[in-house]
């Protein structure tokens, strides 16, 4: 039997993420958690987001600019970071 969905892997999950991740904070001006979980699939594994963002911010693509309470429902109100893209050296 074969599936029919194909089943993410750590690596390309991640790289899908920090890539979705510096996109926004361009387009957006921020981004959150919220942000990344409406805009991608669910991640093979739970602590996946956190990752992406520690990636995207060793990377230099954001840095924090405060934090606010999670509308995710599952999150439970819970406090989270505010990204914004690093302004890029012209």
Same mark, same amino acid.
């Given at each position: 039997?074969?599936?029919a &969905?194909?089943? /993410? %892997? !750590? +690596? +390309?999950?991640?790289? /899908? =993420?920090?890539a979705?991740?510096?996109?926004? &904070?361009?387009s957006?001006? $921020?981004? %959150? =958690?919220d /942000?990344?979980?409406? +805009?991608?699939? +669910?991640?093979?594994?739970?602590?996946?987001?956190?990752? &992406?963002?520690? #990636?995207?911010?060793?990377?230099?693509y954001?840095? $924090?600019?405060?934090? @606010?309470? $999670? *509308?995710?429902k *599952? !999150? @439970?109100? &819970?406090?989270? /970071? #505010?990204?914004a =893209?690093v @302004?890029e050296?012209?």
């Amino acid at each position: 039997m074969t599936r029919a &969905a194909v089943l /993410d %892997t !750590r +690596e +390309e999950w991640l790289e /899908d =993420a920090v890539a979705t991740i510096h996109a926004l &904070a361009h387009s957006q001006g $921020s981004v %959150t =958690a919220d /942000d990344l979980h409406r +805009e991608m699939r +669910e991640p093979p594994h739970s602590n996946l987001p956190g990752i &992406a963002f520690t #990636i995207a911010t060793n990377r230099g693509y954001i840095h $924090s600019i405060g934090r @606010k309470r $999670s *509308s995710t429902k *599952s !999150r @439970k109100g &819970a406090r989270i /970071d #505010i990204w914004a =893209a690093v @302004k890029e050296e012209s």
